[in-house]
């Protein structure tokens, strides 16, 4: 038991799904996992540990933005020794040929600023993915016939952005879409030599204005699950 997960220490799976939202992580345990039991509800950021194909397997909320995330995969890595790490999100669009629903796997995360930076100092270090996962979730995506794109995203560490002129020069630089959490997850995978990997699915879009539907937000989660398990123990000859 940590001071913000409740579980005891082998109620963490090696491999951890991490949503934003708690909620999403019960529904994705009783979607996808076989025997999901919750292992912490402590301040209502929810977990459940179950099987996937026999697989152990944690869906971990994490809350929204960098320095909850960082609380939760600091205690995941260091407390539980939790090995992989996928977040699963949505993102917003910031491309002409990045469509709503499609998926983004982010092979880099760029970011102002993050729990992290004062460790670094002057240095801007280059946050990345794993290229296990990530070819692993490509494939899994492919396979899958979901429109997929592999890239940089932008991690933001506000929601109610104000700075047009910042996003103007993501966009012109190729970034695919922007979230909240991934540059400090690969961050802290780094730092402690394990395995992360952001699977986005595109919600909203800052050029065209358009946003994902409520009643098709549940589905295209689904597609980011399922392509973030298969990656999960494909990458490492488990599947």
């Keep these: 038991m940590t001071t913000h997960i409740g579980a005891a220490k082998g109620d963490i799976a090696p491999t951890v799904l991490m949503p934003g939202d708690p909620y999403r992580a019960k529904w994705a345990a009783e979607m996808f996992l076989e025997n999901a039991r ?3 509800d402590v301040r209502g950021m929810l977990g459940f540990t179950g099987t996937w194909h026999g697989h152990p397997v944690t ?14 995969a600091n205690e995941l890595i260091k407390d539980y020794d939790a090995q992989t790490l996928i977040r699963i999100g949505s993102c917003g669009g910031m491309q002409d040929h990045v469509r709503i629903l499609d998926v983004i796997l982010a092979m880099t995360a760029s970011t102002l600023s993050t729990p992290s930076r004062g460790i670094f100092k002057e240095l801007n270090f280059a946050p ?23 890239g940089g995203i932008y991690s ?34 780094a730092r402690y030599g394990r395995r992360a990997l952001a ?5 909203d879009h800052l050029v065209t204005q358009e946003a994902l539907p409520a009643q ?15 990656a999960a123990f494909a990458s490492n000859g488990t599947r």
Excluded at 199 to 203: N, P
Excluded at 216 to 230: N, Q, T
């Design 216 to 230: 098709d937000r549940e589905r295209s989660f689904g597609d980011m699950v399922d392509i973030a398990l298969h």
């Design 38 to 40: 919750c292992i912490n």
């Design 59 to 72: 869906i971990q909320g994490s809350g929204m933005g960098m320095p909850s995330l960082s609380i939760y």
């Design 156 to 189: 933001s560490d506000v929601f109610y952005d104000e700075r047009p002129d910042l996003n103007e020069q993501m966009m012109r630089h190729g970034i695919l879409g922007v979230e909240m959490e991934a540059a400090e997850l690969y961050i802290l995978a």
């Design 128 to 150: 990345c993915a794993d290229y296990g996962l990530l070819a692993a979730a490509h494939k899994a995506a492919i396979e899958k016939g979901v429109p997929t794109h592999v």
């Design 199 to 203: 699977v986005l699915t595109v919600s």
